[in-house]
DNA sequence: GCGTCAGGTTACTCATCGGTAGATAAACCG
DNA sequence: CGGTTTATCTACCGATGAGTAACCTGACGC
């Protein structure tokens, strides 16, 4: 080809050190989300970053550094934001009913993200579940002191049919499940998950069938 | 070593064909669900068969097609179990009741199985996604019909508090979760288990720190 | 007895990909 | 301006592991 005379050799421009890391870090999320864990190579993450191999090497170390860098980034947003949501002064419901929504507007405005930690993170065992099993931990002591909060208060113990990390896991997972299956419906709109969730969490089937609603506050 | 003398060259025993499949898949199940996909090797799959890797390849093809092979059979016996513990002719919290049992019964019995379905198939996306889809499919297709029925028994319409499939999603997940937890707490017996479920599910938070309690009635 | 076919194995090839050594060039400082 | 530091690249190595070719062997039919 003519134009290939005098090609500059494309190396790239002089950039600190947080500039580059945040590049990588972000292509890497994409490329982990895209391909898991396992599928996405170093090259593939270099070239999206727009950098060579080594610099990743040099500024994040080997792949399971540079995947422990992402996750610990990711959960750190999501936990974040969650956090950002709750108002602790409110009832119990319309706690939970903020941090899903919360939730619900992280994994939408951070897809990737969402998919690292919930789809990839999960099934390389090693180092990263026990980063994942802290996020989820995390999530789950925060919805666990709440029901434990509210069922104490009127005088509930523990017993065979009620256990407050039980309910607080199953709820995660519910949670966690429909964020999801939301991948795959972006017609609903983040709200209405939050209310679908907090319709089956709080009312319950029997109640639902006969009708009640359950809908915010106006706080 | 001295008894090493004329020792059997360790060449297997002939055995019919359906046999040695068996085996491999058994041996294929438990190192996947230990490894997880990518991590399994072809090799060790072959050493805890007691065979060698040329017969996988003969007998049940390459390695996606041995996955494919493995998630197939676990994901049509977790259905049949499921299915089997179903009675139809109950009202809708019992059969819930039931089914999550029988979850939960197969669960305990070949957590190996769940293993590999819940968390290797996951992830890695191509033709396995397709094969879990279904079977998560069938399951919330399965509470769906529970759940729409009830609710259209009394006249309920889908509105924005309200998806009968949206629900399904939820309660799904929230099962799969606990039994992902169930596995590092296998203190808590699967009665207990389903028993926290149903709670949740029927009566909601806003019964249950009242008080309330679901109990299977006795059929 | 003796072909022949299904069951079974050893020992190899070859691609992929994580990781690195060593060279190069831009900025910064005196 | 030199000299030094730091950012960046090209080009390679080595291990791991999927997949295969070619060979062995016991059983059964005729």
Redesign the interface.
């Given at each position: 080809m003519a134009d290939d005379v005098k090609r500059a050799p494309e190396r790239a421009k002089r950039l600190p050190r947080a500039v580059r890391e945040k590049q990588i870090l972000d292509a890497a999320v994409r490329v982990f989300s895209l391909?898991?864990y396992?599928?996405a190579s170093m090259d593939e993450i270099s070239e999206v970053a727009g950098v060579s191999k080594p610099m990743i090497y040099s500024y994040l170390g080997a792949k399971e550094d540079l995947f422990l860098h992402c996750i610990r980034r990711e959960a750190g947003g999501l936990l974040e934001a969650v956090q950002a949501g709750i108002k602790p002064d409110l009832p119990?419901?319309m706690q939970l009913w903020h941090g899903l929504r919360s939730f619900y507007g992280f994994v939408a405005e951070y897809r990737e993200s969402w998919t690292v930690l919930h789809?990839?993170a999960?099934?390389?065992?090693g180092p990263f579940a026990g980063e994942i099993d802290t996020l989820r931990g995390k999530a789950i002591e925060l919805v666990s002191a709440l029901?434990v909060s509210?069922?104490s208060?009127?005088?509930?113990a523990e017993q065979?049919?009620?256990?407050g990390e039980?309910?607080a896991?199953?709820?995660?997972?519910?949670?966690?499940?429909?964020a999801?299956?939301w991948l795959d419906h972006s017609d609903?709109s983040d709200g209405?998950?939050a209310?679908?969730?907090m319709?089956?969490?709080?009312?319950?089937?029997?109640?639902?069938?006969?009708?009640e609603?359950?809908?915010p506050t106006e706080q």
């Open positions: 391909h898991g396992h599928s119990p419901d789809r990839q999960l099934t390389v065992g029901v509210a069922g208060r009127k005088g509930l065979a049919e009620f256990s039980g309910l896991v199953a709820l995660v997972g519910a949670a966690e499940s429909l999801d299956w609903v209405v998950l209310s679908w969730l319709n089956l969490i709080w009312l319950g089937f029997n109640d639902l069938v006969e009708g609603v359950w809908r």
